[in-house]
């Protein structure tokens, strides 16, 4: 198994299909791109391709913006969102170093 992204984080979808999947016009997927809620990798011919897991935060965003939700609010809630998880992660981290420092072991 090679150590690169998971079939899920792999960008291999195009728009056409992305927009099947979610039922968003290809129009509305630019537009959340533009607004940076969705960060599409680019073809040698500049071809846009997408996730598995943009297909799944796509379809979030279209069922939060259903409920009134602006895109600037969703916006927000990402960027929290991932700050949450970097510091999760940092913390996560440090204990580890600091169990491998002391040589503690979890039980």
């Not at 927009?19 to 071809?47: C, D, V």
């Not at 979030?60 to 999760?88: D, F, H, L, S």
Request: net charge positive; no cysteine.
């Amino acid at each position: 198994m090679t150590g690169g992204p998971s079939y899920k984080e792999r960008k291999v979808i195009t728009i056409g299909v992305v927009s099947e999947l979610t039922g968003l016009t290809e129009r509305q997927i630019r537009y959340y791109e533009e607004r940076k809620l969705i960060f599409p990798e680019r073809s040698p011919k500049g071809n846009r391709k997408y996730s598995f897991a943009d297909v799944e935060q796509l379809i979030e965003i279209a069922n939060k913006r259903e409920e009134g939700v602006q895109t600037y609010e969703i916006r927000q809630e990402m960027v929290k969102a991932k700050r949450a998880e970097e510091r999760k992660q940092r913390k996560e981290l440090l204990r580890g170093e600091i169990n491998a420092r002391f040589g503690i072991q979890k039980e």
